[in-house]
T-cell receptor
Framework: NAGVTQTPKFQVLKTGQSMTLQCAQD?????MSWYRQDPGMGLRLIHY???????DQGEVPNGYNVSRSTTEDFPLRLLSAAPSQTSVYFC??????????????FGPGTRLLVL | AQSVTQLDSHVSVSEGTPVLLRCNYS??????LFWYVQHPNKGLQLLLK??????LVKGINGFEAEFKKSETSFHLTKPSAHMSDAAEYFC?????????FGAGTTVTVRA
């Protein structure tokens, strides 16, 4: 199994541009989440999904959209990039019996720089 | 609501000496508690998890953590540090509707 994969690994955007961060998992996990990591702040939840077709907001959802059309994929869209969205983004999944807030399996991250 | 405080932002140890990373939490639940490790430019990896079965939890790579309800603490220890333990460590508490992450402790291991 590849686990949780994320693309791209690194991206530079200009203010106002849009882009999609891709996330896929091959473990048949029901729950998936997006986090951003900023220095000294740990990880903060952006959006999450408890199954295909079901998404909800986390702590810091503004400026981001998600959708979950399949169990495997959970893309994160930046609508109009801002310098404040410069961060490292992690996708994570967890299995059904534990619930969405149990053991997380993390992808390798996407480093985003917004100029 | 829940919160996590990691009491040290940076810990420096010599190879072969013990490591102690301190974590206090608050929660209105009986929470699950986790420690994750993040090596440079990598994703987070689970070290260990507490779910009320036993107060002393053993994890991977020789790490263990002790849950102390009276002190609301979940400190992580390792008897003998190895160079490969240099990383950032996160204490995490689960709640009703999210996970709460500590700010992280960076561990440096001196040869």
């Amino acid at each position: 199994n590849a686990g949780v994969t994320q693309t791209p690994k690194f991206q530079v955007l200009k203010t106002g541009q849009s882009m999609t961060l891709q996330c896929a998992q091959d473990m048949n996990h029901e729950y998936m989440s997006w986090y951003r990591q900023d220095p000294g702040m740990g990880l903060r939840l952006i959006h999450y999904s408890v199954g295909a077709g079901i998404t909800d907001q986390g702590e810091v959802p503004n400026g981001y959209n998600v959708s979950r059309s399949t169990t495997e994929d959970f893309p994160l869209r930046l609508l109009s990039a801002a310098p404040s969205q410069t961060s490292v983004y992690f996708c994570a999944s967890s299995y059904s019996t534990g619930g969405p807030w149990e053991t997380q399996y993390f992808g390798p991250g996407t480093r985003l720089l917004v100029l | 609501a829940q919160s996590v405080t990691q009491l040290d932002s940076h810990v420096s140890v010599s190879e072969g000496t013990p490591v102690l990373l301190r974590c206090n939490y608050s929660s209105s639940y009986s929470p699950s508690l986790f420690w994750y490790v993040q090596h440079p430019n990598k994703g987070l990896q689970l070290l260990l998890k507490y779910t009320s079965a036993a107060t002393l939890v053993k994890g991977i790579n020789g790490f263990e953590a002790e849950f102390k309800k009276s002190e609301t603490s979940f400190h992580l220890t390792k008897p003998s540090a190895h160079m490969s333990d240099a990383a950032e460590y996160f204490c995490v508490v689960s709640g009703e509707d999210k996970l709460s992450f500590g700010a992280g402790t960076t561990v440096t291991v001196r040869a």
